[in-house]
């Protein structure tokens, strides 16, 4: 088992007349190399949840578990763990700050005390892993496309040879472009390295098209946690919590309902043309 929390809860302002519980006796596993997918709706208590992982916050109550070792132990290398559990936030293009994307780039590893042979390799690898080429070492990070940035604040978390990436929301803010592109490079990132990937998105479609797994959060607690197609079946209930299925999801029961023989728990535009292209042959 990779990451394992335990009746995990978090209570923000605690005896305060502020006090909200954030988590509420969160418990599940995430096996190594496996693409989860968390959503929930703004305020359901995703953010929170993902800084427990790499110990940013420190639950209230339960435990936290990373390769079997309790996170809290007071002999716990806190250091390394964030340096295993790497998380890239919101908007991370934000964190940029020094005068060439080498440079940024560089600065991760180099942090972690290696010598300049090792960083230097880590930080070409990591560039070359989110796409960027040697004809942007030498640029100002704030030059580039917003894209760009993106993959460039990822390849400062990946310089770090992190076991587990999370990523908070990714592609907001970016052009339909940009986010395919960011998309795409995280899940070749995932089919090579193997690494544990963790997306936190509001798209559903992004979601269908990429993670085998959903953790769904709603009000501070764990909803769900299913295989995409199984927590997506349950469209009706998701739509209780303020969320929803792909709209590839609607279609399908929709062409159920008019008595259309057709398999509902389709997640992507391709399975779905497929299913129906399939339906069309027998009838």
């Known amino acids: 088992?990779?990451?394992?929390?335990?009746?995990?809860?978090?209570?923000?302002?605690?005896?305060?007349?502020?006090?909200?519980?954030?988590?509420?006796?969160i418990s599940f596993k995430i096996?190594?190399?496996?693409?989860?997918?968390?959503?929930g709706h703004t305020g359901s208590g995703?953010?929170?949840?993902?800084?427990?992982m790499n110990g940013l916050i420190k639950a209230t109550n339960g435990k936290i578990y990373?390769?079997?070792?309790?996170?809290?132990?007071?002999?716990?290398n806190m250091s390394q763990l964030r340096s295993k559990v790497g998380l890239v936030f919101q908007y991370p293009e934000h964190q940029l700050f020094e005068t060439t994307v080498y440079k940024d780039v560089y600065f991760g590893p180099k942090n972690l005390g290696l010598d300049k042979l090792e960083a230097d390799l880590r930080t070409y690898e990591a560039?070359?892993?989110?796409?960027?080429?040697?004809?942007?070492?030498?640029?100002?990070?704030?030059?580039?496309?917003?894209?760009?940035?993106r993959r460039v604040a990822i390849a400062g978390i990946l310089a770090m040879r992190p076991e587990v990436l999370v990523l908070d929301e990714p592609t907001a803010g970016l052009d339909p472009r940009g986010r395919d592109e960011i998309l795409d490079q995280?899940?070749?990132?995932?089919?090579?390295s193997k690494?544990?990937?963790?997306?936190?998105?509001?798209?559903?479609?992004?979601?269908?098209?990429?993670?085998?797994?959903?953790?769904?959060?709603?009000?501070?607690?764990?909803a769900m946690d299913q295989e995409t197609r199984s927590v997506f079946s349950r469209y009706k209930e998701l739509e209780e919590i303020h969320l929803a299925a792909p709209q590839v999801t609607y279609v399908m029961n929709t062409l159920?309902?008019?008595?259309?023989?057709?398999?509902?728990?389709?997640?992507?535009?391709?399975?779905?043309k497929n299913e129906i292209t399939r339906v069309l042959k027998i009838i």
């Open 1 to 25: 088992m990779q990451i394992v929390f335990d009746h995990v809860d978090y209570l923000y302002s605690g005896g305060t007349s502020f006090e909200k519980h954030a988590l509420r006796d």
């Open 31 to 39: 096996e190594k190399g496996e693409f989860i997918g968390l959503i």
């Open 46 to 52: 995703k953010s929170t949840l993902i800084q427990h």
């Open 66 to 76: 990373y390769n079997g070792e309790d996170i809290y132990d007071k002999n716990y």
């Open 127 to 149: 560039l070359k892993m989110v796409g960027i080429g040697e004809e942007l070492l030498d640029a100002s990070p704030f030059e580039l496309s917003g894209g760009q940035k």
């Open 186 to 192: 995280i899940a070749m990132l995932h089919k090579e």
């Open 195 to 222: 690494i544990t990937i963790i997306l936190v998105t509001h798209s559903m479609e992004d979601v269908a098209n990429y993670v085998d797994r959903i953790l769904v959060m709603n009000n501070g607690s764990l």
């Open 256 to 272: 159920k309902e008019k008595g259309f023989p057709v398999n509902t728990d389709v997640t992507t535009v391709t399975e779905a």
